[in-house]
């Protein structure tokens, strides 16, 4: 991949995603940082990132999730949210304080810190025709992962792995 290609169409960002978990399995990405206003157009649930993040999954991994709610992910990906609960220690969900400012949320954002094999990133940057880039240079990725690294820092817990009921 050169250092950015830009994509277009629901379907090219759902195989963006795809590919990313692919390449984060391939080379056991040590963090993946993933943020969607709900995720519901994510394929999570889908059989190859599900065998894409049992690749990567392993001691010292850590999937950095980022939501303004979890509801639609809960009902639209029950796959997945059954994988989060068995890999529940490597995964860390928060949910956007009701006061973070509207204008410096990113439309969707993938991020995949792979250690020696460098990095990848995906940003969706309108959802209206799913434009969107896939990036491997370090300045770009650096600058998004500051942003999530900040509003996860402020944002509390959210989307547990169990429920506890009474």
């Known amino acids: 991949m050169s250092e950015s290609s830009a994509f277009e169409g629901r379907l090219a ?41 049992q690749r990567w999954a392993g001691r010292g991994r850590q999937l950095r999730l980022l939501s303004q709610q979890y509801e639609t992910l809960l009902q639209s990906q029950p796959r997945f949210v059954r994988w989060r609960r068995d890999y529940g220690h490597l995964v860390e969900a928060k949910a956007i304080p009701d006061d973070a400012p509207e204008q410096e949320l990113p439309v969707a954002l993938l991020l995949i810190d792979g250690g020696e094999a460098g990095v990848r990133g995906l940003r969706l940057l309108e959802k209206a025709r799913w434009r969107g880039v896939l990036f491997t240079d370090q300045a770009t990725f650096s600058q998004n992962w500051h942003w999530f690294d900040a509003v996860a820092q402020r944002s509390p817990d959210a989307f547990p792995c169990t429920t506890l009921g009474l």
């Open 13 to 53: 960002f759902q195989e963006a995603v795809l590919s990313l978990l692919a390449w984060a399995g391939e080379h056991q990405a040590r963090c993946m940082a993933a943020f969607d206003p709900d995720f519901a157009d994510w394929p999570w649930s889908r059989p190859q990132a599900l065998e894409a993040l």
